[in-house]
């Protein structure tokens, strides 16, 4: 059941569909349901979303909402995103209380991913 008043839905643009699938699938084990040839939906990621097509992306240099996953292995993530043809944007760095880096997926979208330190120290 959707939650009051929260964060229900996340709509990103993508401009390759069929590329944004196959990297989110690769990388995150993301599922799609197609609606058409301009959105698919997605799920398996935490929020369920979409990605429609658009000649735009999502990134941080034009305002855009960062999309931030969680990793409890900053480096391993990294190596699939790379294997699955997302390019690093940010290489990893630290912030108080954690890790991450900035990446763009091959259909050219920003997202970041990050990690506490204890726990990427620990791995």
């Not at 197609?34 to 034009?62: M, Q």
């Not at 190596?79 to 880096?101: D, L, N, Q, T, Y």
């Amino acid at each position: 059941m959707s939650k009051h008043e929260t964060i229900n839905y996340l709509e990103i643009p993508s401009r390759n569909l069929a590329a944004s699938k196959a990297f989110f699938s690769a990388v995150f084990d993301w599922t799609f349901t197609d609606y058409g040839l301009e959105y698919t939906a997605f799920s398996n990621a935490g929020i369920d979303g979409g990605f429609y097509a658009s000649d735009l992306t999502a990134s941080t240099e034009t305002g855009s909402v960062l999309v931030v996953f969680y990793s409890h292995n900053l480096e391993a993530t990294q190596i699939k995103i790379e294997a699955a043809g997302g390019m690093i944007v940010k290489p990893i760095f630290s912030f108080p209380g954690g890790r991450r880096f900035q990446f763009t997926e091959p259909a050219g979208s920003e997202f970041a991913i990050w990690s506490d330190l204890t726990v990427s120290e620990s791995i």
